[in-house]
């Protein structure tokens, strides 16, 4: 089962339905120590207060659990929120147990704390009549918590703990204040008890289930712990269920799951983000979940929301996929697309998303060359800032999206103040060195689009077997020494100019020969960018003029 499978098969459950059965949760010891502190205390303190006002439940994101044997589970994600919730439910029954000690209502009371223990803490042992937790915690953590803690035992000489064991503490006694501040009233746990059931009832989580530690690892890899950092995906998750009523989540949920299908688990902050942008104007990954908070306010913004993103799912992945389906035909997208992929050029994604929606088919093709050309000039060439990108075509995908640019030369105008200028693109490419240790498809790309525009020809530079001939090799003798100094031959040896393109056997025929050899062989290959070679000597000189000749070629390329 895929790590995509896992989390659509989520189930959701309140607290209660987690912690009231007989099953036992375990933290793992790769998990960090506790690490909440007064601010996220107050956070869920003030959440639970709202969902109770407003007699909603509150979604406390998602739990990953990996089930080791019957009833046993780790937590691979919640740690941090479910010792929170476990401490809460703590601290309402220290209360309770005050009014045992005091000989309040005391029989009854012992009662009660029997079985709100059972229910929320642990079981009592026979023998010991200590409790034993449900939740145990990391080596660092579980002998407060399960010793002192649940027994409701004096700690001694706090400030030797540890840090996590002082916020394990902070958090008991921080909610034990607010519990006699603002719910308990004097002498009576009708108040308590009531807010702790309302805890257990509407504290909701969206619980994952693994079953191997592969699988565990990879859900942690996406989730990660959200105790101090949720996520925009978890975040807006959370945030659009609370919004809809309950007989509502499972239509919520049916469409969260569709968009699953074709949007990674892992992608789905940059799909929301880029989908987003494509109307609404420019916001950071980290400010997106409070836009779409104060945007969104009622049930009816989370399904058209939920509904847009849905339709436009596939063609999110599928502008990450060239050879998908929804592009079958359609020979110029799919190159314009594969380019973008291979400069690893994502910024258009917001204008090919309106534009795909608001121009048909031709235009839409057009519009994606474009993004290439641009890219190509502007980012890989010029190497120039990418946050002015985003913000350009930003501009140009609302424009796009609310009807006021129809056609790709409105877009092109749009676009203009990144499309450099060919007097900057050829100076920038005439002094472009790109590694073949690290960029070889790119070099490999660049080459072969300049081949074919030289012979006039249509090879493919993925699957033709033509190999990059360094004319100074990479490894250069002591003939090579002489011509270029050593201090300067990496310099040279991965510029553009100094590249050419051979058949793989001549290619290694030329190794580190001479230059006057290496032209011999040269003059014998099928691609015009050998066969063509007119230097005598091979000099640093040399290199730059043919770059200049090459960057030339370069610029009736790629160019709008």
Excluded at 194 to 215: A, K, P, Q, R, W
Excluded at 378 to 407: C, H, M, P, Q, R
Aim: charged share 25%; glycine share 4%; with cysteine.
């Amino acid at each position: 089962m895929s790590q995509n499978d896992q989390l659509l098969n989520a189930n959701t459950v309140s607290f209660s339905g987690l912690i009231s059965g007989d099953n036992v949760y375990q933290v793992p010891l790769f998990q960090r120590d506790y690490s909440w502190e007064e601010e996220h205390w107050d956070d869920l303190w003030l959440d639970i207060s709202n969902a109770k006002k407003d007699e909603t439940k509150h979604y406390m994101g998602a739990l990953v659990l990996m089930k080791k044997e019957s009833k046993n589970f780790e937590i691979i994600d919640g740690q941090q929120r479910l010792t929170t919730l476990s401490i809460l439910a703590l601290s309402c029954i220290r209360i309770i147990n005050d009014l045992i000690k005091n000989d309040i209502d005391a029989d009854n009371n012992k009662e009660r704390k029997d079985i709100l223990l059972k229910k929320f803490i642990g079981f009592k042992s026979a023998a010991s009549l200590m409790f034993t937790n449900k939740l145990i915690l990391n080596n660092e953590n579980n002998p407060i918590f399960a010793s002192y803690l649940i027994q409701f035992h004096e700690i001694n000489n706090i400030r030797r703990l540890s840090k996590s064991n002082k916020n394990l503490i902070g958090a008991y006694d921080f909610f034990y204040d607010k519990l006699r501040k603002e719910i308990y009233v004097q002498n009576s746990t009708t108040e308590l008890i009531e807010y702790l059931e309302f805890i257990g009832d509407n504290l909701t989580f969206i619980e994952i289930s693994v079953v191997d530690e592969l699988n565990a690892y990879l859900v942690f890899e996406t989730l990660n712990d959200r105790g101090l950092d949720l996520s925009v995906t978890d975040l807006l998750k959370n945030y659009l269920f609370s919004k809809v009523c309950d007989k509502d989540h499972q239509h919520l949920k049916n469409k969260w799951d569709n968009i699953l299908k074709y949007v990674k688990y892992k992608d789905f902050s940059y799909f929301l983000r880029y989908f987003w942008i494509s109307r609404n104007r420019l916001v950071t990954e980290k400010e997106l979940f409070k836009r779409i908070k104060r945007t969104i306010a009622d049930a009816d913004g989370v399904f058209d929301l939920i509904g847009n993103l849905e339709l436009n799912a596939e063609l999110f992945a599928a502008l990450y996929n060239p050879d998908d389906d929804l592009w079958k035909g359609e020979k110029e997208i799919k190159k314009a697309l594969s380019e973008l992929q291979l400069f690893n050029i994502r910024q258009s994604f917001p204008l090919l998303l309106a534009c795909y929606t608001q121009l048909n088919t031709n235009d839409f093709a057009r519009v994606c060359k474009m993004c290439s050309v641009i890219s190509f000039r502007y980012s890989v060439i010029g190497g120039l800032k990418t946050n002015i990108l985003e913000l350009v075509y930003n501009d140009a995908a609302v424009k796009v999206s609310k009807g006021e640019i129809t056609n790709p030369t409105g877009v092109f105008e749009a676009l203009k103040k990144i499309y450099t200028s060919d007097e900057a693109f050829h100076n920038a490419f005439m002094a472009i060195s790109i590694s073949t240790k690290r960029k070889t498809k790119l070099v490999r790309y660049i080459l072969y689009s300049i081949e074919n525009q030289m012979a006039n020809t249509t090879y493919n530079y993925i699957d033709d077997e033509g190999s990059i001939e360094h004319i100074l090799p990479e490894n250069p003798d002591e003939y090579w020494d002489n011509i270029f100094m050593k201090d300067i031959q990496i310099e040279f040896i991965y510029r553009i100019g100094n590249y050419t393109l051979l058949e793989p056997k001549k290619n290694n025929d030329c190794g580190t020969k001479p230059i006057d050899e290496k032209k011999e062989i040269y003059i014998t290959s099928n691609y015009q960018l050998s066969n063509q070679f007119d230097y005598d000597q091979w000099t640093p000189q040399k290199v730059k003029h043919r770059q200049a000749y090459l960057a030339k070629q370069a610029k009736s390329i790629w160019k709008i």
